[in-house]
């Protein structure tokens, strides 16, 4: 098949919805901040062999319920009130974490979720505003795990998730894209670190926050948003380019994802990509959410996180089944150059099903995460 550079775009909205495991994965020329990625679709007999383990790292967009679950005896209510909020999820059903999740067939013993609705770049959380106290950042999030005494060996199938940023921005915490870069950043490269090991790590970029229906007409945070793409590309090549990095660092461009979205809703199946469904001051929730880009004024509705989902699975649908060294390659194109990654695998038994791996729900305003 012959590619049109000129053309190719990411498709992720479309899915077979009764077959999630065959996603239509199209070839696509994912472009961020100057900086472009080839994803190489080739068939496969399933996505659930690709990778063994998640570990989630992030605020509300990845936040399955671990705020909900701190707050749960905390005036006024626990946070975010379910209903309307799915069962302590900032949507209206599962986000794209879990849909994700489902997509690569693992088990929920297999996911460790250490993300935090509210959680800044760094060590504040927008939730120590309503109720006081400490609660988790990303960076704290990162420290409670890498910290733990007893991790495991981490390989290439072990897949780790950092999305982070927004609620810096969002809520007056910084305006400085540096330091939340420098955060995010920081974050990873812990992770990678001998210390952690981690060998595979996602690391999605922001939407345009200038469009959220909280922020529409605030050019302010579209040029903050850019500004972070910008840096965030540019922060993540140079670390995988370093001589000690040997992990393989997978950008997400949720960017564009939304971009296509908002020129062309009805290819999508939406009909609204400005407003939120849920009214938070009055409860009313609208007609057809399903249609909708926004559950509320910040967050995606589930339909949303569906399609992120779908980008993820095709951005990680590129990382082959180990080749007979045991080794897998992912091939980046940054700007004219071709950057080839190279990780040797060793296969170990599945840990993150150990309870010292699971998410404690703190009574109170701990940021203690872990057992």
């Not at 850019?226 to 997978?250: D, R, V």
Request: some cysteine; glycine content about 8%; aromatic content about 10%.
């Amino acid at each position: 098949m012959s590619l049109s550079w000129s053309t190719l775009e990411v498709d992720a909205f479309h899915f077979c919805i009764g077959e999630p495991m065959k996603y239509l994965l199209t070839k696509s020329l994912i472009t961020t901040a100057g900086i472009t990625f080839l994803t190489l679709l080739s068939p496969f007999k399933t996505l659930g062999a690709t990778f063994d383990s998640f570990q989630v790292f992030g605020d509300s967009l990845s936040d399955p319920g671990n705020l909900y679950k701190l707050t749960g005896n905390l005036s006024p209510y626990p946070y975010p009130p379910s209903p309307p909020y799915a069962n302590g999820r900032f949507s209206n059903g599962l986000l794209w974490i879990e849909y994700l999740q489902q997509d690569f067939g693992l088990p929920n013993s297999a996911v460790l979720n250490l993300a935090y609705g509210g959680a800044t770049s760094g060590r504040q959380n927008v939730a120590e505003r309503l109720f006081g106290g400490d609660f988790p950042g990303l960076l704290d999030e990162i420290d409670e795990f890498a910290t733990k005494p007893s991790l495991p060996t981490f390989d290439a199938r072990d897949l780790f998730v950092v999305w982070a940023g927004a609620n810096d921005y969002l809520f007056g915490f910084s305006d400085d894209p540096d330091a939340v870069v420098g955060n995010i950043i920081a974050a990873v490269q812990t992770l990678i670190s001998p210390g952690v090991g981690a060998k595979t790590v996602i690391v999605p970029n922001l939407p345009d926050l200038g469009k959220l229906p909280s922020q529409a007409g605030k050019t302010k945070m579209t040029d903050l948003a850019l500004k972070h793409n910008q840096k965030l590309a540019a922060a993540l090549q140079a670390l995988q380019n370093a001589p000690s990095t040997a992990a393989t660092l997978i950008p997400l461009d949720i960017y564009s994802l939304f971009e296509n979205a908002y020129n062309d809703p009805s290819r999508y199946g939406l009909t609204n990509v400005r407003d939120a469904c849920l009214n938070t001051t009055t409860g009313q929730i609208c007609a057809n959410p399903s249609e909708y880009l926004f559950w509320d004024s910040f967050h995606p509705t589930t339909v949303t996180h569906r399609a992120i989902a779908g980008l993820a699975s095709t951005t990680l649908a590129s990382v082959p089944e180990p080749d007979a060294t045991g080794a897998i390659v992912i091939v980046a194109f940054v700007g004219l150059g071709v950057k080839v990654a190279q990780v040797t695998m060793k296969r170990k038994p599945n840990q993150a099903g150990d309870p010292a791996f699971r998410v404690k729900a703190v009574e109170g305003r701990s940021k203690s995460l872990l057992r």
